[in-house]
Structure formats: C-alpha cells, structure tokens
C-alpha cells in the first residue's frame, strides 16, 4: 500500500513531508477497516480509494491559503485529513453533522498524530465558532448558491471559499451570477492522476470589496 501511494504523490508533483506515503496509507487502512463495520463510504477497492480520496482531496493542497482552515461536510474526513498531513503548520477544522463519521475522523487524527486537526459534530448552518476561517472548503457538498448559504459567513474577510467540484459547473456558476450577492468566483481546473481529464474543477469565491 505505501508503495503504491508514494507513486501516485509522485505524479502529483508537489513537495511532501517525509512519511507523508505511511501516514496516507494508514488513513486508507484503517477507513477501511472501518468502513467493513460502519459504512462511511461507498468507495471499497483500495486502489479507488488512493484516487477518490487521497490524490483527489490533496489537488487542492495549493490552494489553501492562511492557517486555519475549515471542511465543511468532511465526511470522514476528506478532503480535510490529507490536507493536514501534508500541512502540519496549519490547523484544520473537520466539520460534519454525521456522528459516526466524525468519530472516525477524531479517531484517525489521533492515530496519525495530527494535532493539527479538531473534529466538530455539527452542521455548516449551526456551527458557532466564534471566529472566521482563512479558508473554507468543500468537496462535493451542494451547489454554489447554497454552499454559501451554508458557509459562506465563516469565510474571513480576506478568505477564500474552495469550492470542489466535478466537471465544470456551468449551471451553479449561472446561477451565482444571478444572484446579488457580494462574491467574486474563478475556476481553476484540477488534474487528478488517475481520473478523467476535466472531470475536477475547484471554484475559488472570495467577498468583493464594496465600496
């Protein structure tokens, strides 16, 4: 398993931390072992999890900005989880109203040693943190205009909101710019090894200054 991962970072071509490929590669293991009792994904074979999960959460690595960041709708824990790995000077926020599986991400963050890493049990539309994010994301979550709904108010002023989506999202997009609100978007492609190309685009929504 670490042998396949370390080949698949490769073909990533970012720079990682040293054991990044042996910390990954527990995260697989023991979703998995999970996953044979509680069903916290529909991704089984390893090989599609290494995809689907790992490379396709750590696409967006580059574009994280800031020290904290929040994942709405983690799951259990993606693409929150990689992102910390190979973040360790960040923290980052896993946020899913989902018991079972937010467990599994309090529970794998300990295992890998993340102290970089809170998990909440809570809804995007409910969670009081008190404080805004440098960067919050999601993957797969909703469409744009109610992605915002959910979280756009924990976006700091100067943020960005990482949006992850499939292929290009030309009907969300219409409909944002329909709408009167104060936020600016741009999409940037995403190559995932292993997937299609153009299957993964990341929309990237930032407040306008109104003056």
Do not use: C
């Not at 720079?15 to 529909?42: H, M, Q, Y």
């Not at 696409?59 to 709708?73: Q, R």
């Amino acid at each position: 398993m670490t042998t396949k991962i370390h080949a698949a970072l490769e073909r990533l071509k970012q720079p990682f931390p040293e054991g990044t490929a042996e910390k990954l590669a527990t995260l697989i293991d023991e979703l998995e072992r999970w996953n044979r009792k509680v069903n916290l994904t529909a991704i089984r074979k390893r090989d599609e999890m290494i995809t689907s999960h790992l490379l396709d959460s750590l696409v967006a690595g580059p574009l994280l900005e800031g020290e904290s960041i929040l994942d709405v709708g983690s799951g259990p824990g993606f693409p929150g989880l990689p992102l910390a790995v190979i973040h360790p000077e960040r923290h980052f926020t896993l946020l899913d109203s989902n018991n079972r599986k937010i467990m599994f991400a309090q529970h794998a963050a300990g295992l890998l040693g993340l102290d970089n890493v809170s998990a909440v049990k809570a809804r995007g539309e409910d969670y009081a943190p008190g404080h805004g994010f440098d960067t919050v994301i999601a993957r797969a979550l909703a469409a744009l205009p109610r992605l915002l709904e959910i979280a756009g108010h924990h976006v700091r002023e100067d943020g960005v909101f990482v949006a992850l989506k499939g292929r290009y999202p030309v009907e969300e997009l219409e409909q944002l710019d329909e709408l009167d609100i104060p936020w600016s978007h741009a999409v940037a492609e995403l190559d995932v090894p292993g997937l299609e190309k153009g299957s993964r685009h990341a929309v990237l929504l930032r407040r306008q200054n109104i003056s």
